[in-house]
């Protein structure tokens, strides 16, 4: 495996690998979700092409960027098993030479939900993911539906620069109790860890729900009122949308798929998980 970390080193060894090239964006701090995209890129790809960046643009606020986990060596160790042929590892400064100044931006989409709680998050994710796409020139490109949100946001922006890369989005990967793979649940005291099963039992009693006809505002309500059970649990938003666009749904029963999109706090350590429920 073949580790680089300018952008010269990466256009070089990026030219010697053939065209059906899968690539995996990743901030580090590597998991079993993170795998499971490198995985389903191998599959489907003549060479695996993962990179590293803690991107700062998509940061709001510095405190959160510095409390990001760097776990490098151990990252390129499971990479390697993982058979990966190239890691990308930029320095910022790489990625953001003074007087860079353009920026790529999805407004209908970064603006609402996850968007308008991180002013900023969704532009700085298109900015990098275009850059980083040019750079590796990827055929398709894995990203993982638990951040459906920004799926949503790179799969558009790919659509509107007509950008030549296949967006594939990969199932959530849970833990045996149902909680969404994320590098954040290792910031998860035990108690937190046990009561944030709340947030995939919640998801699950919502697809009932659609099932049998719900609206969306009883989903909406008795999924607060779920959450709300579980003490350690401080909800920040509940919001079932139109599963393509994100539009809000009249409150009539689903005829088409629709996703419920979950935030909640549990202690200092924001958790979000969604499921694409059906009628
Ligand atoms: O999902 C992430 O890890 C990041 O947002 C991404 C796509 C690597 C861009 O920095």
């Known amino acids: 495996m073949k580790v680089v970390h300018s952008k010269s080193n990466l256009r070089a060894a ?23 995209l490198v995985e389903a890129a191998h599959a489907a790809s003549d060479a695996v092409i993962v990179s590293i960046f803690v991107n700062p643009t998509q940061f709001g606020n510095p405190e959160d960027l510095a409390k990001y986990p760097d776990t490098l060596e151990a990252d390129l ?116 860890r046990a009561a944030s099963v709340v947030l995939s039992q919640a998801l699950g009693a919502a697809q009932t729900m659609a099932s049998q006809g719900a609206t969306p505002r009883q989903i909406v309500d008795a999924i607060c009122a779920q959450i709300s059970t579980e003490p350690r649990a401080t909800l920040q938003s509940v919001d079932l949308r139109d599963a393509t666009d994100l539009s809000e749904l009249p409150d009539a029963p689903l005829t088409a798929p629709a996703v419920l999109l979950l935030a909640a706090d549990f202690g200092p350590v924001l958790l979000i998980d969604n499921a694409v429920l059906t009628p």
């Not at 098993?81 to 890691?87: E, N, W």
């Not at 939900?113 to 040019?134: E, S």
């Open 77 to 192: 160790a499971i990479l390697k098993a993982a058979g990966v042929d190239l890691v990308f590892c930029p320095t910022a400064a790489q990625m953001y030479p003074d007087g860079a100044d353009t920026i790529v931006e999805t407004p209908k989409l970064a603006g609402m939900l996850m968007g308008a709680l991180r002013p900023g998050h969704f532009r700085g994710v298109a900015t990098v993911v275009t850059k980083l796409f040019n750079l590796v020139q990827p055929a398709r490109a894995w990203f993982g539906q638990k951040d459906y949100q920004q799926v949503l946001v790179i799969q558009q922006m790919v659509r509107d620069l007509e950008l030549p890369v296949e967006i594939v989005a990969h199932p959530t990967v849970r833990e045996p109790d149902g909680l969404a793979m994320s590098s954040r649940n290792l910031r998860l005291g035990a108690d937190d």
């Open 14 to 36: 990026r030219a010697l690998l053939p065209a059906n090239t899968g690539f995996v964006p990743t901030m580090g701090a590597l998991h079993a979700g993170h795998m499971a």
